[in-house]
Each structure stands twice: as C-alpha cells, then as structure tokens.
C-alpha cells in the first residue's frame, strides 16, 4: 500500500509523553488562572455565535493535520474487506456510546455523586448540578471515536495499517452525520440543555472544514510537491502545530478550573475510573468479537483499538462550545485526553501478547 502513513513508526517525543505533557498544562493553567484570573475569560468572550475565536484557532490547528493524514482513495479498497469495517462501526455507534452513558451514570451519578461539588453555571445562564455535567463530558467522549494516535496504536501492535487508516477517514466521515444527533439524544437522557444548533455547527466547524481543506490540501500539495515531500516534509513540520494547539486549548481551560481542582482534586481521579473501565471494556468488547468473527490478528488489533480509543479533540471542542471551558464537561473531556496514552499503550501490549489466538498473523 503506498500512501500509508510511513513516518509514525513509533511515538514522537511529545506523543510518548503526551501524559506529562497535559500535566505541565495542568500546572501552567492553574498558575495562569491564579496569576491573571480575567485573560482567559476576555479570550472566550472573543465570540460569533457562541464559538469562541482563539478557541476556534487552536482547535483548527489541531484538527487539521489529522485530516489531512487521511488518503480517502483508500476508503474504496475497505469493501473488498468489510467485516473489520463493520464490525467497528458497530462498536463504535452501536455499543460504545450507551455503554459509556451507563458506566458513567453508574460511578459519577450513583456512587459518586456524593463526592462530587453541587452545581454550576453553564452557557446560557442555565444551573445544572455539576455530575450531570461531568457525565456530559463523558458522553462526548464516548461518541467521538477514533482519534489521528489510532495510526501509532494501529502500527505499534502490528496491525493492518491500512485497516486503521481506512477507518479514520469512515469515522470522520460518520461523525458528521451521527455526532450531533446521537450527542443530543445521549444529553437529552441526561437532563442537560441540548442546543441543538451549536452541536451541527461545532461538529460542522472543528469535523467538517478540516476535513474538506486537509482533502483539498492534501491532493493540492501532492499534486504540487510529491507524495514522498508531503510525507516526510509537510506532515514533519504539521505535527507539532497540532500539539501545540492541543497543549494551548488545555492551558486555557485549566485556567479556567485552577481553584476547584485546587480545593478538590480527587475530582480528577473520580473522572478517570468510569473513563478507564470504559475503554478497557470497549477494547474487550471489540477484541472477542472480532475473534468470533474469525477476523486475523492484523484485522482485530487495530478493530479493538480504535474502538477504544476517543477522538478528544472533537469531545473538548464540542463541549467547550455547548457548555464553556469552565464547565464540568470540557473538565471531563480533558481528564480523556490525561489517561488516552498510558490506557492505549497498556492495550497495544494486551494485544501483542495476545497474537497468538487468532492463529496465523499474516
């Protein structure tokens, strides 16, 4: 296959240690919110219908080079192969969003709603208890799935390339259609405000236009400059812009929630255990039945894989526009992006050393 991603042969420096990296944005948001408590609120107020401006810039920057990864040609070759292809858009659509509304209802709602702070004031001036929000954050994260990393976690387990990449582009592509109303649904269920316009222009805004430049622009750099230039040159340079953007949106929406993780910081930890069951039970979910399915091993570890992993960059944007970046929900999205490497590469290694039950690797 000629246009998989060669370069991700392994992790970056920054995406080895994505982890410590959200902790020092962690540190430097609260320092920044004790320090100068009104430019990140003056910053969100930059605003055209709700969506924040700089907010907006960075989350582009952040979108854009995993869309322009992406070669749709290949989305055609899937169908000589679709059962991997199925059987992880019904994981991912049919499963994995109710069972992460169930899971976190469970902990935050039930077991730990005693633990959990009362209530704040999300946008629109509407009160709302604060485990409903962190429950909200939790959906949005359960219906975004598949992020760009889905392409190292594909290739450190030894899998199909071409499989994880040919799922990238269906999942982008499914999230405009099925994101805004299964995430309004889901919100619905829980008893929070569903604005249902700012949902379709979020997903439109942070899915829609990367999408349709990181295609264009693609096909018009190769065009240009050649496919090996795109992929050792462009996509080099691209990489950091897209963490840069990441770590800049997490700084702002830390400088938001200084004082509350302050004063009570095991509110991160009580996020984190229903959002690591979750994925280790998707990734479950998805590995036995691609084994049910006879799938090989290079088809199933990529399967379980993406399905257990989130698109976090979507989940924060959505929940920045729908509830603010001071909300319990864009808290609960972030807590996604601190457990995503160190969950995801504990299960790349539950796959590797699992090759062996589905028989011949190749």
């Not at 240009?224 to 897209?242: D, Q």
């Not at 691609?290 to 990529?302: E, G, H």
Request: glycine share 8%.
């Amino acid at each position: 296959m000629e246009h998989v991603i060669h370069e991700e042969r392994s992790l970056s420096f920054f995406e080895k240690h994505l982890t410590l990296w959200v902790v020092g944005c962690i540190g430097l948001g609260i320092l920044l919110g004790k320090l100068f408590p009104q430019v990140a609120v003056t910053l969100d107020k930059i605003s055209i219908h709700q969506v924040s401006i700089p907010i907006a810039i960075c989350l582009f920057f952040m979108m854009y080079p995993i869309m322009v990864k992406i070669d749709f040609a290949e989305v055609i070759k899937a169908g000589k192969a679709p059962k991997p292809v199925i059987l992880t858009l019904f994981v991912n659509w049919c499963i994995k969003p109710f069972t992460m509304l169930a899971i976190a209802t469970l902990f935050l709602g039930v077991l730990f709603k005693g633990w959990l702070p009362g209530f704040e004031i999300v946008k629109g001036g509407q009160e709302v208890a604060l485990y409903r929000s962190y429950i909200s954050g939790c959906i949005l994260l359960g219906i975004a799935p598949c992020t760009a990393m889905v392409l190292v976690w594909g290739h450190l387990s030894k899998g199909n390339d071409g499989h994880t990449l040919v799922m990238v582009a269906i999942n982008s592509l499914t999230m405009l259609f099925l994101y805004a109303p299964l995430g309004g649904w889901l919100l619905g269920v829980n008893k929070m405000p569903i604005p249902w316009q700012t949902i379709v222009l979020s997903v439109a805004t942070y899915v829609g236009l990367p999408l349709f430049l990181g295609y264009h622009s693609r096909k018009w750099i190769i065009r240009k400059k050649g496919f090996k230039w795109f992929e050792e040159k462009f996509l080099h340079y691209l990489t950091p812009v897209s963490i840069s953007a990441l770590f800049l949106t997490l700084i702002l929406l830390f400088s938001f929630k200084g004082e509350l993780i302050i004063s009570q910081p095991q509110i991160i930890f009580l996020i984190a255990i229903p959002l690591f069951i979750q994925t280790c039970l998707i990734f479950i979910i998805a590995y036995a039945l691609a084994k049910w399915l006879k799938l090989p091993y290079r088809d199933a570890a990529p399967s379980a894989l993406i399905g257990a992993s989130n698109h976090f960059e979507v989940a924060i944007a959505t929940s920045a526009i729908l509830f603010g970046l001071s909300s319990g929900a864009s808290l609960a999205t972030v807590v996604g992006v601190l457990i995503e490497v160190p969950v995801m590469l504990m299960l790349v290694r539950v796959c590797l050393k699992t090759k062996h039950l589905f028989g011949r690797t190749t």
